[in-house]
């Protein structure tokens, strides 16, 4: 999926639908060896990302772990993306267990790719300044859960529609945890949330999901995954990479 970077107007939405006539089938199951499909990129530049590093640790962008770690992983997300939902359904509790183990530090890039992207990290990203990063973890895992479980629906022939999230399945997912965010906020934390996305696109990061692998000690990217791979791929890299003890 390519980005077009664009300030969306503020409103929350209700839920909208994708035809599936237009649509292509969203899940495959993956061969063990990445082969490039519709849903990957695969390209021999390592993406640059030590133009966002002066960002991790404040506000603007969601981390969790020590600073000590070896690893960043970044993870570039959009909350509307169908293959980031499939992708990160499955990762995003291993991903948070290298963290909370000081194997790396997550480093979470949002993307605005969707029509209501932009409002949708907009408002993740005031929960994470509210909350902190549990919160901010806990409701994109239920996002990307519900979503899958419609794409799962949708797959099985069970609906003759994709039904995405939209801002209001965020709100809905605040009011059942109970948490709230200052919506007069949210103008500036989108421009905030743009300015970041800008930059990353700059760098090269033009898809979703993206899962970008850092070496804090050398400077450099050690390699990254563009596009939608299969979870046990992606998990025997990491632990090969990062040392993981079994």
């Known amino acids: 999926m390519v980005i077009a970077l664009a300030i969306i107007v503020i409103g929350i939405g209700s839920y909208i639908a994708i035809n599936k006539a237009s649509t292509s089938k969203l899940y495959t199951t993956s061969s063990q060896t990445a082969q490039p499909t519709s849903t990957q990129t695969i390209t021999s530049n390592l993406i640059n990302v030590r133009p966002l590093l002066p960002y991790i640790n404040t506000s603007l962008v969601p981390s969790y772990g020590s600073n000590s770690s070896k690893y960043y992983l970044f993870i570039v997300y959009d909350p509307e993306c169908p293959y980031c ?7 995003l509790p291993y991903l948070k267990y290298l963290a909370r183990n000081n194997y790396a530090k997550l480093v979470f890039i949002g993307m605005p790719i969707h029509q209501y992207s932009l409002e949708m990290i907009a408002m993740l990203d005031l929960l994470y300044q509210k909350y902190g990063f ?17 794409i799962m ?29 200052n919506y ?24 979703t999901p993206i899962l970008i692998i850092y070496n804090v000690q050398t400077g450099s990217t050690v390699n990254q995954f563009v596009g939608l791979y299969p979870t046990q791929e992606i998990e025997s890299y990491l632990n090969q990479t990062l040392g993981v003890r079994s």
């Open 184 to 207: 007069n906020n949210i103008n500036s934390t989108m421009k905030n949330a743009y300015a970041i996305a800008n930059l990353a696109y700059n760098q090269g990061i033009d898809a």
């Open 134 to 150: 549990t919160q901010f973890y806990n409701v994109l895992e239920k996002d990307y859960a519900i979503y899958y479980y419609n």
């Open 153 to 181: 629906l949708y797959e099985n022939n069970k609906t003759s529609q994709l039904e995405m999230p939209t801002p209001y399945t965020l709100y809905l997912i605040f009011n059942q945890s109970n948490l709230s965010i």
């Open 85 to 91: 939902a499939i992708e990160f359904n499955s990762t």
